[in-house]
């Protein structure tokens, strides 16, 4: 059972940064993960906003995102990063990490598609 958890979050003013992390375990050292940001605003719907893939580290973003976030990842450590610059207020939402098991996956901005979810953290942009 694949067991994600994320950190970093907070408040910042606009045109400030962050840097969300999200420190993944439960998983056979031999199975890759394809690994995906999402987020959810108050009121709307969760959406995808960043992806990589599972082998070779292709990435997709959200138009709202790109050019502003970039997500990455460390295989030694198991964990996943968002780091955001340039924020703006309509960036506040609760950002969850996002995980699926499988070999050549390639990254995607689908929820269905994930299997497991972390509990989620804060972000706050003031203008």
């Known amino acids: 059972q694949v067991q994600l958890v994320e950190s970093g979050g907070g408040s910042v003013q606009a045109g400030g940064s962050l840097r969300l992390s999200c420190a993944a375990s439960g998983f056979k050292p031999d199975m890759r993960l394809g690994l995906g940001w999402f987020r959810q605003a108050p009121g709307k719907g969760r959406e995808g906003v960043a992806s990589?893939?599972?082998?070779?580290?292709?990435?997709t973003y959200a138009d709202s995102v790109k050019g502003r976030f970039t997500i990455s990842k460390d295989n030694a450590k198991n964990t996943l990063y968002l780091q955001m610059t340039s924020l703006k207020p309509e960036d506040t939402a609760m950002y969850y990490c996002?995980?699926?098991?499988?070999?050549?996956?390639?990254?995607?901005?689908?929820?269905?598609?994930?299997?497991?979810w972390g509990q989620g953290t804060q972000v706050t942009v003031s203008s």
């Open positions: 996002a995980a699926r098991m499988g070999w050549g996956l390639s990254p995607s901005l689908l929820q269905f598609r994930y299997e497991y």
């Open positions: 990589i893939g599972s082998d070779d580290g292709i990435t």
